[in-house]
């Protein structure tokens, strides 16, 4: 299968080509794409591989999904607007991103409990990245710690999601991590300081954090410990043994397989036996959002981190200029791909104003929405520097794992490279608003 090498962009050149090349010479044999290439039939295969619960926590928006829709449906206004005889021999996917020369426009986004999707989760997901020089923003809610998924694609690009706890310990604690791992950058998640009132899940009950999923970020940090064992010390009365149900094991070994021992040289029984494992999910569920967050309160971030910081959440154009005069180093304009606010405004109806009031100043990031290379080359001819997916990956690992997500990167990039191509251009830096028409 075609890869991008990392950080080559001559590498990104022709990538369609390629791709149908293999693609159809494998054909020949009787061997088919591990995923399906079409965005809708992705998600119906996704939806037949994975459990009820995974696919409700993964495909599912806020309310009634009207905010889902809305960011699809934004696309449909917009047409590309080919001009022929050109010579397109040589297509260049290039950009530049936070200071480096990247080989595509491509970023994945963060994608948490992807332990859901497939048992090798965020591990699987950063060796498909690494392998098309995509960088992957690695989530706080990821199912493996930090330093586990720098090791398991050493030297790829890579930025850290935070999302902002009510410990103001433990927010320095992760960006030291993320700074001491390798990551690039800082991504700060602003619209999760209240979690959205996502009805697929609230019908099934079900919240993967409450089952010990995706805090692997928190199991294994120092800080995050010390204020379970807090927890427990002071909750502590009589001493007698916590019953060990099948929901306790499930927790506690998810925490041990995932994490780090809560409790240094303690066995898995023991920490079974212990009130820890519910220790910790309560203690996640205690400190995990801030719903007193504020503009003000970002200034500590430069002191835990010298890495740049991008804001990500932003769609309005006031808090976008408001991020550059603060002094921030990007925006990410998303929405969270619907799941935060139902009948919230599209993403792609605001990137064109908040691109043209901060970009060339700081890079801006999109997302929500996007599932295919043509959506890519729109959101790009409208403003975006770099454009983020992130169900789409999700799907590709949960139908076939890491080859899964390999191959839905390198269909996004080869339909991105071929519509360049059609529409008359060379290179992404000619994307621009006179490479499309208004509906």
């Known amino acids: 299968m075609s890869t991008v090498a990392p950080n080559d962009p001559a590498a990104a050149r022709g990538i369609s080509r390629r791709t149908q090349s293999d693609i159809y010479r494998a054909g020949i044999s009787g061997a088919r794409p591990a995923v399906p290439v079409d965005g809708r039939a992705l998600d119906a295969a996704a939806q037949a591989a994975l459990s009820a619960e995974a696919y409700a926590y993964i495909a599912g928006g806020a309310g009634a999904e009207a905010t ?55 591990l699987a997901v950063a060796r498909a990245a690494a392998s098309a020089g995509v960088p992957y923003t690695v989530s706080n809610q990821a199912s493996f710690p930090l330093e586990r998924i720098a090791q398991s694609a050493p030297g790829a690009p890579r930025l850290f999601q935070l999302y902002w706890s009510a410990s103001d310990q433990l927010n320095a604690s992760l960006l030291g991590r993320a700074e001491a791992s390798g990551c690039e950058a800082i991504v700060v998640t602003l619209d999760t300081h209240l979690l959205g009132w996502r009805t697929r899940d609230l019908d099934l009950a079900y919240l993967p954090f409450t089952r010990g999923m995706g805090i692997a970020q928190y199991t294994s940090d120092p800080v995050f410990r010390d204020l379970v064992t807090q927890r427990t010390s002071a909750s502590a009365t009589d001493g007698s043994p916590v019953k060990v149900t099948p929901k306790t094991i499930a927790a506690g070994v998810s925490i041990a397989r995932k994490g780090a021992p809560l409790t240094g040289s303690r066995s898995l029984r023991d920490n079974l036996r212990s009130p820890l494992p519910r220790a910790a999910v309560e203690t996640f569920l205690d400190v995990f959002s801030t719903p007193s ?147």
């Open 68 to 122: 889902v829709a809305a960011n699809r449906a934004e696309f449909d206004r917009w047409q590309v607007w080919p001009r022929p005889l050109r010579d397109v021999t040589v297509r260049d996917l290039s950009v530049d991103f936070l200071g480096r020369s990247r080989p595509t426009p491509l970023l994945l986004a963060p994608l948490g409990v992807m332990e859901l999707a497939h048992p090798e989760g965020d």
């Open 293 to 439: 967050l504020t503009w003000d309160d970002l200034a500590k971030a430069r002191e835990w981190t010298s890495l740049p910081i991008i804001l990500k959440g932003i769609v309005h154009p006031d808090d976008a200029e408001r991020a550059v005069d603060a002094g921030l180093d990007g925006v990410w304009i998303s929405n969270h791909g619907g799941r935060q606010i139902d009948r919230s405004v599209p993403t792609l109806a605001v990137l064109p104003e908040i691109s043209e009031r901060v970009s060339g100043r700081v890079p801006v990031v999109f997302d929500s929405g996007v599932r295919s290379g043509a959506d890519a080359a729109i959101a790009l001819a409208l403003g975006a520097d770099v454009v983020a997916i992130g169900r789409p990956c999700a799907y590709g690992l949960g139908i076939a794992g890491e080859q899964g997500v390999r191959e839905v990167i390198r269909n996004v990039l080869a339909e991105l490279d071929i519509t360049l191509g059609l529409a008359g251009l060379t290179s992404v830096a000619e994307l621009d608003r006179d490479a499309l028409r208004a509906v």
